[in-house]
Nanobody, 125 residues
Framework: QVQPVESGGGLVQAGGSLRLSCGAS????????MGWFRQAPGKEREFVAA????????YYANSATGRFTISRDNFKNMVYLQMNSLKSEDTAVYYC??????????????????WGKGTLVTVSS
């Protein structure tokens, strides 16, 4: 079973930046769209960003547009989320997952049966 492994989270001041990484344990993301999601304390998991299988197109939640950039390196089997101008409301555990399409990911429909442990991002104001 392919399972995502997220890393790169941490504590950062408001206005700062972080780069999250996502790798695959037990398989590959090849051929799949990939997405980042987040879950803040007491809230449901929400879509953040998605990228097509070849990296040609990207999509963002309104909250991420203009501040976050999703990218992927298919040779390394990695997906990244560059987060700039971080705000306290970005505090959450961030997860990645695959999907059959970016449209599916935007609705929360993911391909991998298991979610990773995620990586915690804490933004202090």
């Amino acid at each position: 079973q392919v399972q995502p492994v997220e890393s790169g989270g941490g504590l950062v001041q408001a206005g700062g930046s972080l780069r999250l990484s996502c790798g695959a344990s037990g398989g590959t993301f090849s051929g799949y769209a990939m997405g980042w999601f987040r879950q803040a304390p007491g809230k449901e998991r929400e879509f953040v960003a998605a990228i097509t299988w070849n990296g040609a197109n990207t999509y963002y939640a309104n909250s991420a547009t203009g501040r976050f950039t999703i990218s992927r390196d298919n040779f390394k089997n990695m997906v990244y989320l560059q987060m700039n101008s971080l705000k306290s409301e970005d505090t959450a555990v961030y997860y990645c997952n695959s999907g059959t399409s970016t449209a599916a990911l935007r609705t929360g429909a993911t391909s991998m049966a298991f979610w990773g442990k995620g990586t915690l991002v804490t933004v202090s104001s």
